[in-house]
């Protein structure tokens, strides 16, 4: 029995606080979570709570520091989480950084999206143009680095898809071992092959995320894995650094909303984490809102908010066709809720068709993603309807995976079988004239060239 085993120290600069009743520890268990009070931790850096500390991080020379790593072509200075060291915690002497060019994703501009929305400038980070298509992989580099740093030949995750194709690829690049659990036919066929292609042991469990999850818990108490889901908090600090770069291209000046999808609420802990930071370090001079939409079957986190206050979240059993984010139980919920809070941000959800509707508006930007990454757009929508986000905010949508990853959902939805017998088949009518289904023509020009002036006369996006 491995239970009595705990990881090694976190490095000297860092330690972890307990996110519910702020115990601190140098060493957290192989689950992750407070022995005192099973809550998840967090990690923390003492030394910027006190004015000298935070003098010793000048936020000038911080962003001059990483602007210049921007001209060196060492490993960790190429990756756009390592660039940002000074606000991680540090490997060990002598340890280099599993790492393969993670973060530095393209800001887009919106501007078919922002005319939908009703806002007069919008832009997407895309986190789908990370090495293996999801955001995932700024977490990674940092969490399987400290797992190879620890000593561990396997690392494991429960995962609807990104996760664990991400995992796959550092693991194989740290020539470690990974073990995927995933709920068997509810994740997205290029989701899994990269697991594949990446030599993880894959197995897909009868069942969904949050029951991937139990599993996952039970065996790192028997065997010598290192888990790598987001309530290892080494991976939100690599996640975190997306803010950071988001706001170095912006020249440090925040805009008023960050909207942000919903699964299992570690992204919007990361990120919400990395605003507070930066404010407390004098990097921002005010905070944009952060802002959770879920889909509405996948919702317990806006219902903990709406009904229970934030007090409780009760959880669900989850159902979308955005797979990346059907999580009833979400680990991080507590994180993502105090980030809610200080940052004035909300949280909505959006329904299936409304999802499937965004996902064609972001791909007629030319730019595209997947499903889950959606619902910023369809949430944004509400949000200005409802007043709270104005015409004249900026606002930046965080696109979490690549339009390449869920290719099936796109297929149907352009077949105009993506609704076809559910409940939501009547309302997706509606999207018809958003459907480019594939023409299949005879060899002939003439057919082509009367395809080509039939199209002609209907506007993109009409
Ligand atoms: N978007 C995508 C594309 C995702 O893969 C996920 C989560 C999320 C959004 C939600 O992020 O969980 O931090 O709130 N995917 C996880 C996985 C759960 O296993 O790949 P979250």
Not at 199 to 225: K, W
Not at 349 to 356: G, K, L, P
Not at 416 to 440: C, K, M, V, W
Request: overall charge positive; glycine content about 8%.
């Amino acid at each position: 029995m491995m239970s009595d085993r705990a990881l090694s120290k976190t490095p000297a600069a860092a330690r972890l606080r307990c996110v519910g009743c702020g115990a601190l520890a140098d060493q957290a268990a192989l689950d992750f979570r407070c022995p005192q009070c099973g809550n998840l931790f967090e990690v923390f850096f003492p030394a910027w709570q006190t004015p000298a500390g935070r003098r010793a991080l000048s936020p000038a020379a911080l962003k001059a520091t990483w602007l210049e790593r921007r001209t060196s072509q060492r490993p960790e200075d190429t990756s756009g989480v390592w660039r940002f060291r000074e606000l991680l915690p540090l490997l060990a002497e002598g340890q280099s950084p599993i790492t393969l060019r993670e973060g530095n994703t393209p800001l887009y501009e919106m501007p078919g999206c922002a005319r939908i929305a009703g806002v007069d400038f919008l832009q997407a980070k895309h986190q789908g143009m990370n090495p293996t298509s999801s955001f995932k992989d700024t977490g990674m580099t940092t969490a399987a680095s400290f797992a190879r740093q620890e000593g561990f030949r396997w690392v494991a995750c429960a995962s609807t898809g990104n996760t664990s194709a991400s995992m796959a690829a550092y693991a194989a690049r740290g020539r470690m071992r990974s073990l995927v659990l995933i709920p068997e036919g509810k994740i997205s066929w290029g989701k899994l092959s990269q697991a594949l292609d990446y030599g993880a042991v894959t197995c897909q469990l009868r069942t969904d995320f949050d029951g991937c999850v139990q599993v996952l818990n039970q065996v790192v108490r028997r065997m010598p894995v290192y888990l790598l889901n987001s309530v290892n908090p080494y991976r939100l600090e690599g996640q975190k650094t997306a803010a950071v770069e988001l706001l170095e291209q912006l020249y440090w000046e925040p805009p008023d909303h960050l909207i942000v999808p919903g699964g299992n609420l570690g992204n919007s802990s990361a990120l919400g984490k990395a605003l507070l930071e930066m404010k407390d370090l004098g990097l921002i001079a005010h905070l944009p809102k952060l802002s959770v939409i879920q889909a509405e079957g996948a919702n317990p986190f806006v219902r903990a908010v709406r009904e229970h206050a934030g007090k409780t979240l009760i959880p669900m059993q989850a159902e979308t066709r955005a797979t990346a984010i059907r999580i009833g139980n979400p680990a991080s919920w507590k994180k993502a809720l105090r980030v809610i809070q200080a940052t004035e941000g909300t949280v909505e959800q959006v329904s299936e068709v409304e999802i499937a509707q965004a996902k064609e508006e972001i791909g007629a930007d030319g730019v595209g993603c997947e499903p889950a990454s959606a619902v910023t757009l369809a949430g944004l929508k509400k949000l200005v309807k409802q007043g709270f986000v104005l015409r004249k905010d900026k606002v930046v949508l965080i696109l979490t995976g690549h339009v390449l990853k869920d290719p099936e959902f796109t297929l149907q939805f352009h077949r105009g079988d993506l609704f076809t017998g559910t409940q939501y088949e009547r309302e997706s009518a509606a999207l018809r004239n958003l459907q480019h289904a594939p023409l299949i023509l005879n060899p002939d020009v003439d057919a082509v060239v009367e395809t080509l002036k039939r199209f002609e006369q209907t506007d993109l996006l009409a």
